[in-house]
């Protein structure tokens, strides 16, 4: 059977088509820059025709209904969501109100999920969270030591993120140390423009490093990671910011960005490092020393560590970095594997789709 995946951005949408039960990658592509004023994609909607003329011109499909089922990324869902769900109307009004804790997100999710349940004629159309992975950790891990009516309230608390990337690489770490998943101890670290960390222990997350937001936890591209909150309240006194602009600062303007002046790619920064430029130095220096601080807490936490796996685009290119940090974890904990694994998030919402179509069918 194929699956199809979507993963439907604010700007973008990224596709790839499967084949199952062999898991082959049967066509891929991307829709950029929707929406801006020279693309001619001006929505979501013409993103996803653009799309099926795609898959109908390149790959060997020749109708729609040779398409099974429709997996969609969905970055969160809320405490609702603890594993993927077939897509109904139950479901989309549950998207739409977790659309207050993921604005940017969520909406574009849905725009993809309304226009396909219009355009593909399978009624089997999935939705996998982002947050759903980290539903296991628990509730001395999730909830924030503030006034507990807030989350009674508003549901403030840690939900964690990049769970279906953390989620693929915990697998592949059991097949490549040839040991059942539910005996094994892992911290993840997915390491992009956006960075998480997660220990994992039997399959399951039990701390991750991103909370309410994906703001909170490792330095990253442009996001801040960690920082006492009584300091951005004095930057706005001083600097008598609005909450949108502070909320600006700390996504857009922080991080690689903010500290190194040059950029929010690790690449460009590295480089103009190498030129003696010293912040951009200064900017490695403090994304390298946050990782080993999260590592070293996650060791702990865990009890030790069967692997510290690395992914994304940093953690899957930066060979140099990856062997430093293994050195100094080899020194204390001498049998723990560091691994680089490369990511496939869109093979995982595949295999959690593959999963629930036998499941209900068996039901049947």
Do not use: W
């Amino acid at each position: 059977m194929n699956i199809l995946v979507i993963n439907s951005g604010s700007s973008s949408i990224k596709y790839k088509l499967f084949s199952f039960p062999k898991e082959s990658l049967v066509d891929k592509g991307e829709i950029e820059k929707i929406g801006e004023e020279k693309s001619k994609i001006k929505n979501h909607t013409q993103g996803i025709d653009e799309i099926i003329n795609k898959i109908l011109v390149k790959s060997k499909i020749n109708s729609l209904k040779d398409i099974t089922a429709v997996g969609h990324r969905v970055v969160h869902g809320g405490e609702k969501f603890k594993q993927p769900h077939l897509i109904n109307k139950t479901v989309i009004k549950q998207i739409q109100k977790c659309s207050k804790l993921a604005p940017l997100h969520n909406p574009a999710n849905l725009a993809g999920i309304n226009y396909c349940l219009k355009s593909f004629p399978t009624n089997f159309q999935v939705a996998v969270f982002d947050t759903a992975f980290h539903q296991t950790v628990s509730e001395e891990g999730y909830i924030y030591p503030i006034p507990y009516k807030y989350y009674r309230k508003y549901k403030i608390r840690k939900y964690g993120f990049h769970g279906t990337s953390h989620q693929f690489i915990a697998q592949k770490a059991a097949l490549t140390l040839k040991k059942p998943l539910t005996k094994l101890k892992l911290i993840t670290a997915h390491l992009g423009n956006g960075c998480s960390m997660t220990a994992i222990d039997k399959g399951k997350s039990i701390a991750t490093s991103m909370g309410f937001t994906p703001l909170e936890g490792l330095m990253m591209g442009t996001r801040c990671g960690d920082v006492d909150v009584a300091a951005i309240f004095n930057i706005m006194k001083k600097e008598k910011l609005a909450i949108d602009q502070m909320d600006k600062i700390l996504n857009k303007k922080s991080g690689f960005l903010g500290v190194s002046g040059v950029s929010n790619d690790l690449r460009n920064v590295s480089k103009a490092a190498k030129d003696g430029n010293r912040r951009a130095k200064l900017a490695v220096d403090i994304f390298i020393s946050r990782l080993k601080k999260y590592i070293g807490a996650y060791l702990f936490y865990l009890g030790g560590a069967d692997a510290v796996c690395f992914t994304g685009g940093i953690g899957e290119n930066n060979p140099d970095m990856v062997k430093s940090i293994k050195s100094q974890i080899k020194r204390i904990f001498s049998k723990t594997k560091v691994l680089i694994i490369p990511t496939d998030e869109e093979l995982m919402i595949a295999k959690l789709t593959y999963k629930l179509f036998k499941k209900l069918r068996r039901g049947k």
